[in-house]
């Protein structure tokens, strides 16, 4: 029989209209951010405030068992720090299960190989996913609330085999900035200060060397988000986006230039390797040019916070996304290119340059969302190996440092007055020669003491 157009028309609405009106099979309504916020996230000229992004994802978690909103604690200016949870209905169910598996593998005790094989094969892969640490880079946060609306509703092959075998934290690092920066942003928009910085921090106390702190943990949201990582939830996988591309790539990914860090498994340098090529493989298939890896960024320093939950075994990844100026777009002809770059001769790690044009926040959201989706794609795909490579990490350095050194580790006390003592710890009680300085840091008085060690107990001077 040959469809009539009627037939065709009635067969089009009913395949297609669900989808398009947020409606995938099994579910009521569902918002779309665009419907919510009133502007699709990386629109020109439109940033969202914070309150409006957790707004959006309440109102999403409270449609669908497939995402809840969780809080980790409170921010510098008394925010609430909520971040999102996604994965099947079914996982979720088991979250408390996974978290246990999980937090197990990362710390080994007690576990031999066999019982580790077992927990790898019924775990899930927990990718944590943030974006706004550094506020003034905007597209990674205005990405989040696609990204999870994303997660929940989309039907495909790939969004299903993430769902059953990941479960995605989708967080707002810097709360506090996104506002600051969201509404300076919006009072500006049109004016001649529309790509000026505003004239204070977007973060209270460190502004841009927010990021700076994570290995000491000086401000609550790094306690936050240290102890959501290290302490409850213990990722496989840790993506922390920002916006500074090495002109004029489009984004920076892994694999990272030299040096890279000693003290962490070779496995972990491995699996970011894997993760960065997949992502590149990723740009080339949405056909978006001007991924470049192995260049300007290592991963020597250890006190970002990529580099601060490497040191647990957790593979993390960083971006470095083009950015002009918040949603404001700009055009780039290619004479602004540097000389070497103008013959846009692809490389192994530059497969295909960037030959200029328009560039927007849209642009970026787009990158970033690849960048994502690509991630928690492989951490699907190889749910079991990363599990276990968790606990093979952890065990081979532990047994590693029993040889070598660094003999001695920092740790957080909190001391009766809520602040932290970081106490240099001897892992071996007849290795004398480590440091003996302490340093004593409190969020609430931002005091700094320096602490002297006496007969292996910690005084504060
Ligand atoms: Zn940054």
Redesign the pocket.
């Known amino acids: 029989m040959k469809p009539t157009p009627r037939f065709l028309a009635v067969l089009l609405v009913g395949v297609f209209l669900p989808l398009a009106a947020g409606l995938p099979a099994g579910f009521g309504q569902v918002t779309p951010p665009e419907e919510y916020l009133g502007f699709k996230p990386g629109a020109d000229f439109h940033l969202m405030s914070y309150e409006e992004a957790i707004g959006y994802f309440e109102e999403l978690a409270g449609q669908t068992d497939r995402m809840i909103v969780r809080d980790m604690g409170e921010t510098s200016m008394g925010r609430r720090m909520k971040y999102a949870v996604i994965s099947s209905e079914e996982n979720m169910a088991q979250l408390d299960r996974y978290k246990d598996i999980n937090k197990r593998l990362s710390l080994v005790s007690g576990l031999g190989d066999r019982e580790a094989r077992r927990l790898a094969e019924q775990g899930r892969t927990i990718v944590w996913i943030d974006g706004g640490?550094?506020a003034s880079?905007c597209a990674p946060a205005q990405l989040l609330p696609q990204l999870a609306y994303d997660l929940v509703t989309d039907d495909d092959r790939r969004t299903r085999l993430i769902r059953e075998n990941v479960i995605a934290l989708i967080v707002f690092a810097n709360p506090d900035g996104m506002t600051i920066i969201s509404d300076w942003y919006m009072e500006n928009v049109g004016t001649p200060y529309e790509t000026s910085g505003p004239p204070w921090l977007y973060h209270k106390y460190a502004g841009?060397d927010n990021?700076r702190d994570s290995f000491m943990s000086n401000l609550i949201e790094t306690q936050n988000m240290n102890r959501a990582t290290s302490l409850e939830w213990y990722p496989e996988i840790l993506y922390n986006q920002?916006?500074?591309a090495p002109f004029p790539a489009r984004i920076w990914m892994p694999p990272d230039a030299e040096p890279t860090n000693p003290n962490v498994h070779p496995l972990l340098i491995r699996w970011r390797n894997l993760i960065g090529s997949a992502m590149g493989k990723a740009f080339e298939e949405a056909e978006q040019p001007g991924a470049i890896s192995r260049t300007s960024f290592d991963s020597w320093y250890p006190g970002y916070c990529t580099q601060v939950v490497d040191s647990h075994n957790c593979v993390s990844i960083l971006t470095?996304t083009a950015l002009y100026s918040y949603a404001t777009p700009r055009f780039y002809p290619l004479s602004e290119f540097s000389q070497n770059h103008q013959d846009l001769v692809p490389g192994v790690f530059y497969p295909s340059p960037w030959r200029g044009g328009w560039w927007r926040i849209g642009d970026a959201v787009a990158y970033n969302s690849t960048a994502c989706k690509s991630i928690l794609e492989v951490a699907a795909k190889f749910r079991y190996e990363m599990l276990y490579d968790k606990y093979k990490m952890a065990r081979d350095t532990i047994e590693r440092f029993k040889k070598e050194p660094p003999y001695g580790f920092d740790r957080a006390v909190t001391d009766q007055r809520g602040g932290h003592i970081y106490c240099r710890r001897r892992l071996h009680p007849q290795r004398r020669d480590i440091s003996r300085r302490l340093v004593y840091h409190s969020h609430q008085s931002a005091s700094r003491i320096v602490c002297q060690e006496r007969d292996g107990e910690t005084g504060l001077s």
Request: no cysteine.
């Open positions: 640490l550094h880079e841009h990021n920002h916006q500074t470095e």
